[in-house]
């Protein structure tokens, strides 16, 4: 069954720094990896998918990098603002039921200005 | 293009009536998906649809009905509320093929006494 692990569960940083997010999953066959934000009490916005295939994405001051073979990907912001202020989630693709998204607990983001 | 709609955004019901959440696309896919978002265990599927007719369940499914008639509508059916339905509810719907990037829906803030 497939794990998704998300650290840190809340990180607090000031404007301006660049941070990493860290998502762990413990099953490698997956399709591909998503990552969301969600702000409170609203839907989950898709931020970047990483194909299976692929190693990195980027849109933005946004980059996600994906490495399989050790079940981790990392979504790195940089120079962040207060509008990123945010949960933000990963969420696996694959396994026995396709289309099926396990998603981690999330990250909880604060950037003060 | 509206994207994924739910209606309605917030419901209160009591034990044992019955409700339906309505969720809608206008992209043309055929993925589409509940999921429920609960503090402390993130967001589960309960259940999800590959085409018109054709639905599956997914990791929490007992009390949820679903029934897919065409390719823009997934209604999810309560048929006798519990408080332990209590919860947020989202839909989510993707192309089958193409990288399948997931979209979701504003959600449902459904409250059952």
């Known amino acids: 069954k497939q794990e998704v692990t998300q650290i840190p569960a809340a990180l607090s940083v000031p404007e301006g720094e660049n941070l990493v997010l860290n998502c762990s999953f413990t099953d490698s066959a997956i399709y591909n990896l998503q990552w969301f934000r969600q702000d409170p009490g609203k839907g989950l916005t898709s931020l970047l998918l990483i194909q299976s295939s692929q190693r990195e994405q980027t849109s933005g001051r946004l980059n996600a990098s994906l490495d399989k073979s050790s079940g981790r990907s990392t979504l790195y912001i940089a120079a962040s603002q207060p509008g990123d202020s945010a949960t933000y989630l990963c969420?696996?693709?694959?396994?026995?039921?396709?289309?099926?998204?396990?998603f981690g607990q999330g990250t909880i983001l604060t950037v003060h200005p | 293009n509206a994207g994924v709609t739910q209606t309605p955004k917030f419901q209160v019901l009591k034990t044992g009536q019955s409700m339906t959440l309505q969720c809608a696309q206008d992209?043309?896919?055929?993925?589409m998906s509940w999921y429920r978002q609960d503090p402390g265990m993130g967001l589960r599927l309960i259940h999800y649809?590959?085409?018109?007719?054709?639905?599956d369940q997914g990791e929490v499914p007992n009390g949820y009905n679903v029934s897919r008639s065409t390719t823009e509508d997934f209604p999810l059916r309560l048929l006798s509320a519990a408080p332990s339905q209590t919860s947020v509810y989202f839909c989510a719907s993707s192309y089958l093929a193409g990288g399948n990037e997931q979209f979701f829906g504003p959600g449902t803030r459904l409250t059952v006494l």
């Open positions: 992209m043309n896919h055929e993925y």
């Open positions: 969420a696996a693709h694959g396994g026995t039921s396709y289309g099926k998204l396990t």
């Open positions: 649809s590959v085409g018109a007719g054709i639905t």
